[in-house]
């Protein structure tokens, strides 16, 4: 088929198609999709918690604060990631954020070395949180995938890395109410290490998960 | 390159071409089309033109899948040049994947004139030898022999059908080689 031909089959009769609302739309969409089931897993589990501890807590505070701006980096630039015509910087958005968060498990890392020595240090499995923890990402999940779908698969490891790390960060940040006092060992370790090992998976299917082929399907009528 | 005002109608074409014009879009879609061939162009000029055409057909395909990201408050050119740099840079990988597994040969190489020095086949010159020689393997390299290097069956569908594992495959199909080669070997 010649180009020409190609041009007069492609224009023959679109259909209207529903533009793309701006990525930090979509990301606001999400987060009405996303943080109402957080919620509803974590008041499922019956977990309680204590406002006045979480208040006296400064680390947890900052690292909270942290978590959530991850997140909402993260579906940022994840939503720009599939918008042709953004600079490719924004691709980095996540990361101060992301640092801070890490900077602030690390510091608590250190206080407790200094204040219980290696006993501070050490880890233990908490089973108890698994579940809760392998449930609170599925809807995110879903609804980030579906949503990066209708986009263009211009990087799709980085779109898919980005999308994980904005669900699993979403998911500490609800997590993470009920573990106020927890070691930051333990926080590094099982919280932000899930962070980042989902990260790496998703980067690693995200050719899969989106593609050129998949988006010109999709597009067909 | 496109003056702002061009541009700028591009972009209205295009916001027309996504709420069902396809006046606007047969428009936009002619219109694109030689700036995308200028630019594959100039960024892949080793390209022949046959696969310059292919790569434009690519992106206004790819252009087609994604248009309902084009926001119409954001300028156009930035965003058709981003999927035009995307399928180009896929398309470099193809070219390199597809050179690095490819010789293309124009010809067949003759060193010389006489038939029997030219046995371009790869044809065994006494079959019936071969075939004996095959016969006199144990079973299960013959079967894998005659599976894997007579009928060119993969792997995966010997394996399926002789129930032996892909590894043992590998194994038979290697002894039974061997095998024939030294039996062939002392017959010459």
Redo the contacts between chains.
């Keep these: 088929m010649d180009t020409d031909q190609l041009i007069q089959q492609l224009s023959r009769g679109p259909t209207p198609v529903g533009r793309l609302p701006a990525p930090w739309r979509r990301a606001a969409i999400w987060f009405a999709i996303s943080v109402p089931y957080v919620a509803a897993v974590i008041w499922l589990h019956s977990m309680s918690f204590d406002v006045t501890q979480m208040l006296a807590d400064r680390q947890f505070i900052v690292e909270q604060i942290a978590t959530l701006l991850t997140a909402i980096a993260a579906v940022t630039a994840a939503f720009c990631s599939v918008v042709p015509g953004y600079d490719r910087r924004i691709l980095l958005f996540p990361l101060p954020p992301l640092t801070i968060w890490l900077i602030s498990i690390g510091e608590g890392c250190v206080r407790d070395w200094l204040r219980l020595g290696a006993q501070g240090l050490a880890l233990r499995a908490d089973w108890d949180c698994l579940p809760p923890a392998a449930l609170i990402g599925i809807v995110p999940a879903l609804a980030i995938v579906i949503m990066l779908r209708r986009g263009a698969p211009l990087y799709p490891r980085v779109s898919l890395a980005l999308a994980a790390l904005a669900v699993a960060a979403l998911g500490n940040f609800g997590l993470r109410f009920f573990h106020v006092g927890d070691a930051s060992i333990m926080v590094l370790v099982w919280h932000f290490g899930s962070v980042v090992v989902l990260a790496l998976l998703a980067g690693w299917i995200g050719k899969r998960v989106l593609n050129w082929k998949k988006a010109e399907l999709a597009a067909q009528p | 390159m496109h003056s702002p005002n061009e541009a700028d109608r591009l972009g209205n074409l295009m916001r027309a ?4 014009d ?2 606007a ?2 428009l936009v ?2 219109e694109i ?1 030689p700036l995308l061939r200028r630019a594959v162009h100039q960024h892949r000029n080793f390209l022949q033109s046959s696969d310059v ?1 292919d790569l ?2 690519d992106i ?3 252009l ?9 408050a ?2 156009f050119l ?6 035009a740099r ?2 180009m840079a ?1 398309g470099a990988r193809r070219h390199v994947r597809r050179a690095a597994n490819e010789v293309s040969v124009a010809e067949y190489p003759e060193t010389f004139s006489d038939e029997p020095t030219n046995n371009l086949g790869d044809g065994y010159r006494d079959p019936e030898a071969l075939r004996q020689a095959i016969g006199s393997l144990p079973h299960g390299q013959r079967q894998a022999i005659e599976m894997l290097k007579l009928r060119e069956m993969s792997l995966k569908e010997a394996a399926s059908m002789t129930g032996m594992s892909v590894v043992a495959l590998k194994v038979a199909v290697h002894r039974g080689m061997t095998a024939l080669r030294k039996v062939l070997s002392v017959e010459a």
């Design positions: 071409a996504q709420e069902g396809s006046d879009y047969l879609l002619r089309t055409e434009v057909q206004l395909l790819s087609h899948s994604v248009r309902a990201t084009y926001d119409p954001r300028p930035p965003w058709l040049m981003a999927i995307n399928r896929d």
